[in-house]
C-alpha cells in the first residue's frame, strides 16, 4: 500500500473550528440598501459595487423576495451558521483534531447540479467542511445548454525530430479577399442553445436528450464536403461555410455567457483528400494583433499518422495571413492558411496551440496517485470547485518528516483556458519536481510547494478562450468580494493568506499564454515607491531564468510596472498580500526568436521550462550572496543604461517610474543586457559534508548540508518578512475549505 501523503498543516483543520460569517465576510446584496452597500450593512469597494450590479442584471443574484435565502446561501447568516450546518455537525467530535488522534473521514455527500435562476447558490464551494474524494475522478460537468459527443478525444504525444520554423510573415498589405456566408453554404452549424445570458446549472454529458446533426450530411461517396465536430472537450468551432470546392470560412464560439474572446480554435475534420489544397479562414478572430502575423502556424494532427507512424501534433499551413476582416465596431479579424492533408478519408484535428484539457489533467493525477514514489511526498486535494461543480485540485508537495522551518512556494495555471501552454510548463514542472532528481528532492526538503494546476477547468471543458462561466476574465476577480461567482480566485487568495500566517512565501508564479509576443518573460511587480534595493530584487528572478534559458526567455520582454487594470490579478493580489516575488510567467502560442532558433515550441520546449523554474528558484534561494550580488549588479547596469547613463557613472534611477524605465527600453538597452551577460556558475553536483542544523533531528528529517541550507534571511534580504510587513493573521474561518487529503 502506498505511503501515507504528508498533510500541510496550513490546508487541513477542524469541522469544529469552522464558521462563517466572520471578520470580512460580505453579505449578499438583495436586501434594502444604498447603492454600494452590502445587505450586510457593510460598504463595497466602488468595483466590486459595480460587479455585483452587472451580475445582479445578468441573474447571478434574486431579486428583494429571495434574498435572505440567497443571503444565507452564500456567506451564512449573521449567527455565524452556515446553511449545511446539519451536514458538518454530523462529523463534529470524531473529526476534531488532537494530538496523537487520526480521525475518520465522514462519507462523501455527492453535488448536486445547479437549479434555477441563482446560479452560484448552489454552488460547491459553500461547503468547506465537505471532505472530497478527488480520486474518484468524475467526468468533467458541462452546462445544460452544450452538446457533447460521446466518443473519447485522446493524442499521442510527439516530439519532431527537429525544430520546426516560422513561416515567412504576410503583411497586412496582402491581405485576401475571402468569400462570405451569403456566397456559400453552411456545412457545420454548433450554437449553444443559451437559456437566457447567465449560467444556470451543469451536468456530466452537458445537454439531456439526443443529439442534433449540426453537420450537413454527404450526398454520395464523391462528395468532397469536409466533415465538421466541435462538440468535445475543449473544442470550439460555431459554424463552417463552404464558398468553394476546398475552400472554407469558419467562426469561432465566443466565450460562453459573452459576446466576444474569439480566439482558441480546436475542431475536428473528416473525409479528407490527400491532393487538394484547402484553404481555412478564422473570420471572426478578436484580437487586432497576432503572432500569426509574425510566422506562427497552426497545428495539425492526423489520426492515421499517430496510429501508423506515431506522429502526433505539428505545424502546419502555408501563404498564413492574419488581417482586418470587417469595418464594424468592435472590427473582427481574419486567419487564413492553406493546407494539404496527409491521407484521403482521414480524421484530422485543428488546433491553436497543443490541447491540455481537464481530462489530460485528470489522467495525470491518477498516475501520480497510482506511484508509489511520486505520491510519497504529494498530496492530492479539492482547493474548491468551479461553477459547474468541477473539482478545482490543490497539490502540496514537500518531503516527508515535517513542515518546520519551510518557506512555501505557490505555482498555478491556465486560468484562461485558450493559453494551453501553460499547462505544459506545468506539467513539467510537477514531473520534475516529483522527480529523484537531487535538485528536485533539495526543493521538496527546503520547500513547500502548494500548486493548482488547472485554475479554471469550467472554461477549459467548454473551449472558452479568457474567461470562466461567469462570462468575467477570472483572472481579474482577486480581492473582490465575490466567492460565489469566482470561487477559484476566492479560494485560492484565501489559501495564501493561510499559508502566509504560518510561513513565509518565497514565490508566487501564474502560468499564462500570450499571443502577440514571442518567447517566454514575466510581468512582476514594480510599484516605484520601494527603495532601489527591493525595485532591484523584483528583476533578479526572471534575470536569473533569462540565464538558465537562453534560447527561450527574454529579459528585454519583462514588465515590473503595476497598472491600474492589474490591480485584479493574481500576480498583483499574492504581492499586496504578502508575497514580495509574485510573478506571471507568459509562455509565447509561437516559439523562441533567441539564440537563432526562430521556431516553435514543442512540447518537450514547453515542459522544459517547469524544470528550468525549478532550476532558477535553487539558484535565487541559494545561500552562497555571489549570484545574487552578480544579479544585482547587471540589473542595476540595465537599468543605468536605460536611462541614459554610463555604468559606474553615479546616475540615479530610484526615482523614476516603472513605466517611465519600461519606454525607454530600446534596442541599445536590449544589446548592452546581450553583450554583458555573464553565466551564473553551477552548483556543485557533489554533496558537502552534512551536520543536521537545530530541531531537524526532533522533526526526523534527514541532515541537510550546509551548502543546501537557506539560513532564515534578514530583514531586507532576500524576502521581506512577513510579519514586519504588518500582514494579520487569517483565521481558519477565511482560508480554504479544508478536505482530508487522499491516502495515494
Known amino acids: 500500500m502506498p505511503a501515507q501523503p504528508w498533510h500541510c498543516h496550513c490546508c487541513s483543520g477542524s469541522p469544529g473550528a469552522i464558521r462563517h460569517g466572520a471578520r470580512g465576510a460580505r453579505r449578499c446584496p438583495g436586501k434594502a440598501g444604498a447603492p454600494g452597500r452590502s445587505g450586510g450593512g457593510q460598504f463595497l469597494k466602488p468595483y466590486d459595487s459595480f460587479i455585483r450590479t452587472h451580475l445582479r442584471f445578468y441573474g447571478y443574484f434574486r431579486d428583494e423576495k429571495t434574498s435572505k435565502e440567497e443571503t444565507a446561501m452564500f456567506l451564512g447568516e449573521r449567527s455565524g451558521q452556515h446553511p449545511r450546518a446539519s451536514t458538518m455537525a454530523n462529523t463534529s467530535p470524531g473529526w476534531q483534531r488532537s494530538p496523537g488522534h487520526k480521525p475518520n473521514p465522514p462519507k462523501v455527500v455527492e453535488q448536486t447540479p445547479h437549479q434555477g435562476r441563482l446560479a452560484p447558490s448552489r454552488r460547491p464551494w459553500k461547503s468547506p467542511g465537505e471532505p472530497q474524494a478527488p ?10 445548454e452544450c452538446e457533447v459527443i460521446q466518443e473519447t478525444i485522446e493524442h499521442i504525444e510527439w516530439v519532431p525530430p527537429k525544430p520546426e520554423p516560422f513561416c515567412p510573415p504576410m503583411g497586412p498589405e496582402q491581405a485576401l479577399y475571402t468569400l462570405g456566408e451569403e456566397q456559400g453554404t453552411v456545412v457545420y452549424h454548433s450554437s449553444p442553445a443559451l437559456q ?3 449560467f444556470i446549472r451543469a451536468r456530466v454529458g452537458g445537454a439531456p436528450g439526443p443529439l442534433s446533426s449540426p453537420a450537413a450530411p454527404l450526398e454520395g461517396p464523391q462528395d468532397t464536403t469536409l466533415l465538421f465536430e466541435s462538440r468535445f472537450e475543449s473544442g ?5 461555410i463552404k464558398v468553394g470546392p476546398y475552400e472554407y470560412v469558419l467562426m469561432l464560439r465566443p466565450d460562453l455567457y459573452t459576446a466576444k474572446h474569439t480566439q482558441w480554435f480546436y475542431f475536428r475534420v473528416q473525409n479528407t483528400r490527400r491532393e487538394p489544397l484547402y484553404r481555412f479562414t478564422i473570420a471572426n478572430m478578436a484580437k487586432p494583433k497576432s503572432l500569426y502575423g509574425q510566422g506562427l502556424r497552426p497545428l495539425l494532427y492526423s489520426q492515421r499518422d499517430a496510429q501508423s507512424r506515431g506522429i502526433g501534433w505539428r505545424r502546419v499551413g502555408t501563404d498564413v495571413r492574419y488581417y482586418r476582416g470587417s469595418a464594424g465596431e468592435p472590427p473582427l479579424f481574419r486567419l487564413s492558411w492553406t493546407v494539404r492533408f496527409p491521407h484521403d478519408g482521414d480524421t484530422c484535428f485543428f488546433a491553436t496551440c497543443y490541447p491540455y484539457t481537464y481530462s489530460d489533467l485528470q489522467r495525470y493525477l491518477r498516475a501520480l496517485a497510482a506511484d508509489p514514489a511520486r505520491s510519497r511526498c504529494c498530496a492530492v486535494q479539492a482547493l474548491c470547485r468551479s461553477l459547474a461543480g468541477n473539482t478545482v485540485y490543490l497539490l502540496t508537495i514537500t518531503s516527508p518528516g515535517g513542515a518546520a522551518g519551510k518557506r512555501a512556494v505557490v505555482v498555478s495555471a491556465r486560468a484562461h483556458p485558450g493559453e494551453s501552454g501553460g499547462s505544459w510548463a506545468m506539467r513539467g514542472f510537477l514531473d520534475f519536481l516529483l522527480s529523484a532528481h537531487p535538485d528536485a528532492r533539495l526543493l521538496r526538503r527546503l520547500f513547500i510547494f ?6 479554471n477547468p469550467d472554461g477549459v471543458v467548454v473551449g472558452n478562450s479568457r474567461c470562466s462561466l461567469a462570462g468575467r476574465d477570472p483572472n481579474r476577480a482577486y480581492g473582490m468580494a465575490l466567492p460565489g461567482s469566482f470561487p477559484v480566485a476566492w479560494h485560492l487568495r484565501a489559501m495564501v493568506q493561510r499559508v502566509l500566517a504560518e510561513r513565509e512565501v518565497v514565490l508566487y508564479c501564474d502560468f499564462h499564454g500570450h499571443s502577440r509576443k514571442n518567447n517566454v518573460f514575466m510581468y512582476g511587480c514594480d510599484a516605484g515607491r520601494d527603495g532601489t534595493g527591493t525595485r532591484l530584487r523584483q528583476r533578479v ?24 487594470s492589474k490591480e485584479r490579478t493574481g500576480r498583483v493580489c499574492m504581492w499586496r498580500l504578502g508575497v514580495s516575488h509574485s510573478y506571471t510567467l507568459e509562455v509565447a502560442f509561437s516559439g523562441s526568436t533567441l539564440g537563432g532558433r526562430n521556431s516553435h515550441f514543442s512540447t518537450e520546449d514547453l515542459e522544459s521550462l517547469g524544470r528550468l523554474l525549478c532550476d532558477t528558484l535553487l539558484d535565487f534561494c541559494d545561500p552562497a550572496p555571489a549570484k545574487l550580488q552578480q544579479c544585482l549588479v547587471e540589473a542595476d547596469a540595465l537599468l543605468q543604461r536605460q536611462m541614459g547613463h554610463e555604468p559606474g557613472s553615479g546616475g540615479s534611477w530610484s526615482d523614476v517610474s516603472p513605466s517611465e524605465l519600461e519606454s525607454r527600453l530600446g534596442p541599445a538597452g536590449i544589446q548592452f543586457f546581450l553583450v554583458s551577460r555573464v553565466e551564473v556558475s553551477e552548483r556543485s553536483p557533489e554533496p558537502a559534508p552534512v551536520s543536521p542544523f537545530p530541531g531537524q533531528l526532533e522533526q526526523g528529517m534527514a541532515p541537510v548540508s550546509s551548502q543546501e541550507r537557506c539560513p532564515e534571511p534578514p530583514l531586507e534580504w532576500p524576502f521581506p518578512g512577513h510579519l514586519e510587513q504588518g500582514m494579520a493573521a487569517v483565521p481558519p474561518w477565511e482560508g480554504i475549505s479544508w478536505t482530508a487529503a487522499q491516502v495515494l
Open 135 to 144: 480520486f474518484s475522478l468524475p467526468p468533467p460537468r458541462w452546462p445544460v
Open 196 to 198: 437566457g445570458s447567465c
Open 236 to 240: 470550439n468551432l460555431q459554424k463552417a
Open 450 to 455: 502548494k500548486v493548482v494546476p488547472m485554475l
Open 541 to 564: 528572478f526572471p534575470l536569473m531564468l533569462s540565464k538558465n534559458a537562453p534560447n527561450k526567455f527574454s529579459f528585454s520582454s519583462c514588465k515590473f510596472q503595476v497598472q491600474k
